[in-house]
């Protein structure tokens, strides 16, 4: 069975407290011996591809599923063993789950009405939060009647009017368009710092992540990556599967020459870098990977990181334009620059020293 | 579509071409051979349903002797004929409840799809292949005065008197029951499984027991399909027959609607007078039918599902 | 991982009162499966001699024989007959707008509120009205008339869970479309067309009511034959010619239930 960190004490600032969830279906393993703790007030977005784990980690917490091994505390309380609907929390679903027989205000009033909240104040706090998500003047109609967008607010909308310590939303925008997804997705960036409530976020898209997040979670086949705020996920993939997912398109796996104080050289098909070590290096080759749009057109300082090749495709893209290059060698590199270049053109490109990241060689991977 | 175009279709369909492409005839192409054949089929059909049941009804306005209401004045001031109604429904009614409110809770706790509930659901299925003479006669072997059941608590010294459960009302009814509880639950499983699960984590989400996530959620949205269940197994426990003669008792407590007509068409040959029950029959089960659906209309018949998605 | 005890219970009493439900459901087939093996003519619980001697009667006794023949024969051409057709009008309704539509549908569909009994009797009173005999086709019609809703509502349903892109494809991929039907739209229905094919065959061959009137004596189905036979025997051969029946429809309502969901067929009102 499990081996519990301790969920006894409680630690007041802690709004979810996970140790050791590990969660099997038949042979396969989706969570292993996952742990988190979220903070207070804290929105945190558990990101990754399908099948990472991370809506089976929300179910886990939400008390749709219960954990092979592992605690679970919300609000300093145990609830590894509690039913759902006794848990404190507060969860909006990919398709909305609206109730199709109820009116809107019946929707958000639901959960008032679950814990006894007398109609006289069922009223106002119903009031309260559909202004809240802006949506007013729709109390009497069926979600049947509303659009995408409107059915979205509503879920939000009864999923906070209750309160709640803990907020859960799985893929809240993914059923919406992509113009309605970026407004909606400030909207719930404005309701959250509003009524500053800890919340769980799931979502596949990383721009999401990137523009919601206090810290995110990065998830792969049930293991967490990385768990970092933002800009250090950005910026500084903790290893390579993170990497890959953040949009470090560019991964080249090259034999190691030389490592000093955390730089390391490598050199293979006629191309030399120098990069920052992220990790250990136990092998004779490693991966450096380099975002699109940090790889710069132009010769590096003294020549340093430089690869010459030829443009083999340029797609505009308004502001600038992404470029596929071939070197003669013919590895192909991706770019992102200000000014297109023509097909067939040879270019020459760097990358700075600390935007070279550099992380073991997976044998299996490359 | 027009016949011209429609033409031409079949024309290149025949020809082995793609029929000329255009929004319409893409998506009808394939079935304009079908639609040719089954008009003549359609008249034919219609011809089938509609035509016994008109022509029936007009038989029934055509009695031996009397004016054209001869036999629905005979049905009603005959003793042996106008109370089979009552002792119908004394027996539909309660069959229909029963099966409808055995099978909503098996079939709820059904909902989820493992193996267990596909093994149940076979199982209980079963009595549709056994027939109402099966029945009837496993019935008479069981529940008879000199029966199993009889035996069995005469064996275990619980009981020692006989036991009535054969040739009167209490035997039809549990014929009508095991009868009619395969259809009512298949019916009543297939709404439930319907609605989306999600629907009862939400409530369960926002507080609900389980008990509550039935009353707010299963229940409102599951009751425009038990009404229709209700008429299906309702209608199927009006026309009672079989099991009325070989289990019941069919000269009196029950005698229902159907042995009435029975006896008007094939012991009196009074076929005009059988039709008239057989109407009268219809009659009954159509005002029982339109009252249920008229208050289910009172009810939400939209879609169960919860958003898009 | 603990379960509350209160649920376990909850969970066990339910397991009970399915397999009591159960058990009454199933008690006429193993009362009669029993009875039929009873060595004696009498009924004894529990039997106290075993034998296989009403089987040989039962299947050797010609009403029996003949009853089983008929029902075959009916069931074999009423089941195909309201395929096709149930299959075309299923297709009509699914794909056209027309005016009567909605009428063509209830009307269609209108046997499953009309007992059994009134639609035998209708058919008997028509066939001596035109002076038909009471023969095969009469019997045979009614039977179509009876099973066709079943099979119009499995056949409809599936062609709505059908996704006509896949129509599409083949046509855009350049199939014809008689090979786009006999290709992708029939294999793809094949689940809905079979399994609503079983079951009318099964409640044809089951149907009694109706038969009771439509049938003469040399065209009676099975189930009339029992009855007619329990009606002045008995003795176990009823319940071995029973349980022959009972396990031929069994095996089949189990192989459609497992093998292609039979619960979809009575789907009369939501497509899934």
Known sequence: MSKPADPGTADPALAVRLDGITKRFGEVVALHEVSLQVQRGELMTLLGPSGCGKTTLLNLVAG?????????????????????YRREIGMTFQNYALFPHMSVERNVGFGLRMQGVPASQITPRVARALKLVQLVQQEHKLPGQLSGGQQQRVAIARAIVIEPPLVLMDEPLSNLDAKLRIETRAEIRRIHRELDRATIYVTHDQDEALSLADRI?????????????????????????????????????????????????????????????????????????????????????????????????????????????????????????????????????????????????????? | MSRSSARSSIRATLRGREAPVSATTLARAPFDRALLLVVPATAFMLILFVYPFLYGLGLSFEPKEGGALGNYRHFFTTDNLWPTI??????????????????????YKMRVKTRYQRWVTTILVVPITLGTVLIAEGALTYFGPKGWLSQTLQLLHIYDGPIRLTH???????????????????????????????????????????AAQFRHIYLPLLAPGLAMCFCLAFVQAFSVFPSAVLLGSPAGPTRVISIAAYEAAFEQYDYSLASAIAMIMGFVQLVIVAAVLGLRNLFYRGPVTGGKG | ??????????????????????????????????????GRAILSFPPDTWSVRWFVKALAYEDFRAGFRNGLIVTAWASAIALV????????????????????????????????????????????????ARGYAVVIVCHVVLVLPFVLRSVYVSLRNLDRRFELAAASLGAPPGRVL??????????????????????????????????????????????????????????????????????????????????KVLNVEQAR
């Open chain 2, 86 to 107: 009552w002792t119908t429904l004394r027996l539909a009614v309660p069959a229909t409840l029963i099966n409808v409110g055995l099978a909503l809770p098996i079939a």
């Open chain 1, 217 to 366: 979670v990065v998830m792969k086949d049930g293991v967490v990556q990385q768990i970092a705020a933002p800009p250090e996920v950005y910026a500084q993939p903790a290893n390579l599967e993170v990497a890959r997912f953040m949009g470090y398109r560019n991964v080249l796996e090259l034999g190691v020459d030389a490592e000093h104080d955390g730089r390391v050289t490598l050199s293979g098909s006629e191309i030399r870098l120098t990069g920052v070590r992220k990790q250990a290096l136990p092998g004779a080759r490693a991966c450096v990977a380099i975002r699109p749009e940090e790889l710069v057109m132009g010769d590096g300082p003294g020549g340093l990181n430089t690869i010459v090749g030829r443009v083999e495709n340029v797609e505009y893209c308004g502001r600038d334009s992404l470029i596929d290059i071939v070197t003669a060698s013919g590895v192909l590199l991706h770019a992102r620059a200000a000014r297109p270049a023509a097909l067939g053109d040879e270019v020459r490109v760097h990358v700075p020293v600390e935007r070279a990241l550099v992380y073991p060689s997976d044998a299996a991977r490359a």
């Open chain 3, 85 to 132: 057709v149930g299959a075309a009008f299923a297709f009509v309704l699914d794909r056209y707008e027309f005016r009567f539509k909605r009428t063509l549908e209830t009307v269609l569909l209108s046997p499953l509120v009309i007992a059994h009994f009134t639609v035998g009797l209708g058919f008997l009173i028509l066939a001596a009205q035109l002076g038909v």
């Open chain 1, 64 to 84: 749709f599923l219960v954990p092979d091994a592992g605690e679970i505390a919300i609000d300093g309380v145990r609830v590894t063993d509690l039913p759902t």
């Open chain 3, 182 to 263: 006999a290709t992708i739209t029939l294999p793809l229905l094949l689940p809905g067309l079979v399994s609503g094919w079983l079951f009318a065959a099964i409640l044809s061959f089951n149907e009694f009511t109706a038969s009771l009137f439509v049938t003469a004596q040399r065209t009676q189905t099975l189930p009339v034959a029992m009855y007619n036979y329990v009606r002045e025997y008995a003795d176990p051969s009823m319940a071995a010619i029973s349980v022959v029946y009972f396990v031929a429809t069994a095996a089949l309502l189990t192989f459609a239930t497992v093998f292609l969901g039979l619960g």
């Open chain 2, 168 to 210: 009167n009302y209490w035997g039809v009814l549990i014929s009508l029951v095991i009868s009619g509880f395969p259809f009512a639950f298949l019916l009543i499983l297939s709404y439930i499984t319907g609605i989306d699960p999600v629907l009862a984590r939400a409530a369960a989400a926002l507080g609900a027991d389980p």
């Open chain 3, 1 to 38: 991982m603990t379960r509350l005890p209160a649920r376990r219970l909850l969970r066990l009493f339910g397991a009970l009162v399915v397999a009591a439900i159960l058990g009454f459901l199933l008690l006429p087939a193993i009362v009669v499966a029993l009875a039929a093996f009873n």
